[in-house]
């Protein structure tokens, strides 16, 4: 079954404006990943945050983590339509176990 | 980061043939995995490509299906047998680069007929 699971499942925003999508999942973790995926291609690793981490920055993203409420959220400001892409959180990874990925979002960024 | 290329990036196919995915990494790494993603979903792990051993099978994937070969630590293949249209997917590897960061490879966009 799937660790993370994510709304919205689809987001349809003007440029400029901020996203953010929230991931929840079920078990206790060490990390939590968000990877970009553009036009059915291939992964983009976004960012890392592990388990005693509560918020992280990188450019525009800004991922939050609340382990007590088993739930992420991504939040990407200022965005652009080059931003146009399906967002998935996974968890685990780490030392080669399995990633176990979210459903994932689509974020449509109309210019 | 790790850079990894796969081959093809694309194909179309014919029901009952069977197709090979290369992934190439341009630098060694200790593990090596095959995700599926079929259309509209999200990502699966099919299997761990050990080097020097038989690959790691998630449940609901066997060996026969989706024989892998991992001959070294930078290289690793993965083949789609006798393929059905269910089979029609994105095939993607990734690596595990430190401890905790899968990178990966740009997927395979596979079409059975």
């Known amino acids: 079954s799937q660790q993370g699971e994510e709304d919205p499942q689809a987001l349809s925003i003007q440029e400029g404006e901020n996203a953010t999508m929230n991931c929840s999942y079920k078990?206790?973790?060490?990390?939590l990943q968000w990877y970009r995926q553009n036009s059915g291609r291939g992964l983009v690793h976004l960012i890392l945050?592990?388990?005693?981490?509560r918020e992280k920055h990188s450019g525009r993203l800004r991922v939050t983590l609340d382990t007590s409420k088993k739930s992420s959220s991504l939040l990407i400001t200022a965005s652009r339509a080059a931003d146009t892409a399906s967002y998935f959180c996974a968890t685990g990874g780490e030392y080669g176990n399995k990633l176990v990925f979210g459903a994932g979002t689509i974020l449509r960024v109309k210019s | 980061s790790a850079v990894i290329s796969q081959k093809p990036s694309r194909d179309i196919c014919q029901r009952g043939t069977s197709l090979t995915i290369q992934c190439q990494v341009d630098?060694?790494?200790?593990?090596m995995f095959w995700y599926r993603q079929q259309p509209g979903q999200s990502l699966t792990l099919i299997a761990t490509a050990n080097q020097g051993s038989e690959a790691t099978y998630e449940s609901g994937f066997v060996i026969d299906k989706f024989p892998i070969s991992r001959p070294n630590l930078t290289f690793s293949t993965l083949t789609v047998s006798n393929m059905s249209p269910e089979d029609s997917s994105i095939y993607l590897c990734s690596v595990l680069a430190g401890v905790e960061t899968q990178y990966f490879g740009p997927g395979t966009r596979l079409l059975v007929l």
């Open positions: 945050i592990r388990s005693n981490e």
């Open positions: 630098s060694q790494v200790t593990m």
């Open positions: 078990t206790s973790i060490n990390n």
